[in-house]
C-alpha cells in the first residue's frame, strides 16, 4: 500500500483539477452513509470530536476518513484537525493507499465553497473577505480565483499577527492582500465572504450584508458551532452541500429550533445546482449563504483525483 505524505497529496490535487472532479461527483454521486460522531471529553479542555467518514463508487473506489477535531489545539499553536484517508479498490477490497487526510479535508473544503460560489456568488464578484486564517481559510483565496476574477482579498482574524501571516502569503501569490481590523467594515466593502473558523457564537451578522453579496459559511459542523445569525438566516437564500447540513450544523439547527428558518425554505443542495435543478444566483441584488458542513461524496473525490493523477494501484492485484 502507498503512503502519501502531504507534500504529495496537496501537488495532486490542484483546484483547476479538484473543483470540475467535485463537479462530476456531485452530478453523479456515491453511497456516503452516515458520518459517525464520537465525542471525546477533554475537560477542562474543549471536548474533542472523533469523526469517521466513508463513501464508495462500487467497482471503482472507496474510502474513509479518519478525522480528529482538537478545538483547543488553537491556544497552544496547533492545527484543530489531523486526519487520514485509507483508500481501497472497490471491485475487490485491496488497499491503494493510505493520503494525507488534513490535506484532501482542506483542499476539498475549499474547492467544494469554490464550486458552489461559481453558481452563487454575482459573475463580475472581484474582492474576497476571509474571516478565519487557519489552514482551509488560507486556501480559499486560491481556490475562489479558479471560479471568479478574485484579486482583492482582506483576512480577518481574532489573531492579527496570524492574519498577517497569511496576507503576507496571499501577496506572494499576487492577491492583492489586506488585513481586516473591522470586521463588521470588511463584511459591508465585500462581494464575496467566506468564514472558515471553529466559533460557537455569530461572526458575520445578517445586518451588515449588502445586496448582492454571497455569503459561504465553512466551520460549523457540530450543533453548538456557529458562524453567523438568524438574521442573516432569515435573509439570504440558503443552500447547502448536503440536507444533513440542516442536522448538524448549529448555523442551521439552531435557526431552526427558534424559528428563524424551516426547512422548506431551503433553496437547494449542491447537487442540484451541479445537475441544473436549481439556476443559482437568480439576479444580481439576491443575497445567497451556501453552508458547508462536509460530505465523504468530497473525500472520495479528492481521493480519486489523487489516485488517477498519482498512479495508485491496488497493493495486491488479484487479476494478476
Same mark, same amino acid.
Given at each position: 500500500m502507498r503512503v502519501v505524505d502531504a507534500g504529495e497529496t496537496e501537488r495532486a490535487l490542484p483546484f483547476a483539477t479538484l473543483i470540475p472532479a467535485l463537479r462530476e461527483m456531485f452530478v453523479g454521486g456515491c453511497v456516503a452513509p452516515p458520518r459517525h460522531h464520537h465525542r471525546i471529553e477533554l475537560a477542562p479542555e474543549p471536548d474533542a470530536t472523533l469523526l469517521l467518514m466513508p463513501a464508495w463508487k462500487p467497482?471503482?473506489?472507496?474510502?474513509?476518513?479518519?478525522?480528529?477535531?482538537?478545538?483547543g489545539n488553537n491556544k497552544k499553536g496547533l492545527p484543530g484537525l489531523y486526519s487520514l484517508y485509507c483508500l481501497f479498490d472497490a471491485e475487490h477490497g485491496t488497499p491503494i493507499a493510505l493520503l494525507d487526510?488534513?490535506?484532501?479535508?482542506?483542499?476539498?473544503?475549499?474547492?467544494?465553497?469554490?464550486?458552489?460560489?461559481?453558481?452563487?456568488?454575482?459573475? =463580475?464578484?472581484?474582492?474576497?473577505?476571509?474571516?478565519?486564517?487557519?489552514?482551509i481559510a488560507s486556501l480559499l483565496p486560491e481556490a475562489y480565483r479558479e471560479v471568479r476574477a478574485i484579486h482583492r482579498v482582506t483576512v480577518w482574524n481574532p489573531t492579527?499577527?496570524?492574519?498577517?501571516?497569511?496576507? =503576507?502569503?496571499?501577496?506572494?501569490?499576487?492577491? =492583492?492582500?489586506?488585513?481586516?481590523? =473591522?470586521?463588521?467594515?470588511?463584511v459591508r466593502a465585500a462581494d464575496i465572504v467566506s468564514s472558515a473558523t471553529l466559533a460557537t457564537r455569530p461572526l458575520v451578522l445578517g445586518e451588515w450584508l449588502h445586496p448582492g453579496i454571497h455569503l459561504d459559511l465553512i466551520g460549523s459542523f457540530t450543533p453548538e458551532m456557529r458562524?453567523?445569525?438568524?438574521?442573516?438566516?432569515?435573509?439570504?437564500?440558503?443552500?447547502?452541500?448536503?440536507?444533513?447540513?440542516?442536522?448538524?450544523?448549529?448555523?442551521?439547527?439552531?435557526?431552526?429550533?427558534?424559528?428563524?428558518?424551516?426547512?422548506?425554505?431551503?433553496?437547494g443542495t449542491l447537487s442540484d445546482l451541479c445537475t441544473g435543478r436549481h439556476p443559482g444566483r437568480r439576479d444580481s441584488q439576491e443575497l445567497t449563504l451556501f453552508k458547508a458542513s462536509g460530505t465523504a461524496m468530497s473525500d472520495l473525490a479528492a481521493a480519486m483525483v489523487a489516485r488517477t493523477r498519482l498512479g495508485l494501484k491496488p497493493s495486491v492485484n488479484p487479476d494478476a
Open positions: 467497482h471503482d473506489a472507496l474510502g474513509v476518513k479518519i478525522l480528529n477535531v482538537f478545538p487526510g488534513n490535506v484532501i479535508t482542506a483542499r476539498r473544503t475549499a474547492a467544494v465553497s469554490a464550486l458552489a460560489g461559481s453558481y452563487l456568488a454575482r459573475s =463580475d464578484a472581484a474582492s474576497l473577505l476571509v474571516v478565519g486564517a487557519g489552514r492579527p499577527v496570524a492574519a498577517q501571516a497569511l496576507v =503576507d502569503r496571499l501577496r506572494a501569490l499576487d492577491f =492583492d492582500a489586506s488585513v481586516a481590523s =473591522d470586521l463588521e467594515a470588511a458562524e453567523t445569525d438568524d438574521a442573516a438566516i432569515r435573509r439570504a437564500s440558503v443552500f447547502v452541500d448536503t440536507e444533513t447540513a440542516l442536522a448538524e450544523s448549529g448555523d442551521l439547527l439552531q435557526p431552526l429550533q427558534s424559528g428563524a428558518f424551516v426547512a422548506s425554505r431551503l433553496a
